[in-house]
């Protein structure tokens, strides 16, 4: 692990794709969700959404922690 490798890492993120994917919808559906209610766009979001993005944070959660691990045992 470099120093590069290590803020890559840290500065991951997780993606409207990946978001798109875990909830069975499209990159645009996810897009319309988050637009401001008042917006003609918009969209209600699943109602499943906070279990799905609660189980993508966890995930996000247990890369972190793997990159806590590797950085500490340098």
């Known amino acids: 692990m470099n120093f590069r490798n290590a803020v890559d890492r840290l500065g991951e993120r997780v993606t409207h794709e990946e978001v798109a994917h875990a909830l069975g919808v499209s990159v645009a559906s996810v897009r319309q969700y988050r637009l401001s ?19 993508l944070a966890k995930e996000r959660i247990s890369e972190l922690k793997a990159l806590v691990d590797e950085l500490e045992e340098i």
């Open 37 to 55: 209610a008042k917006a003609k766009a918009h969209r209600t979001p699943p109602d499943a959404w906070p279990k799905v993005l609660a189980r």
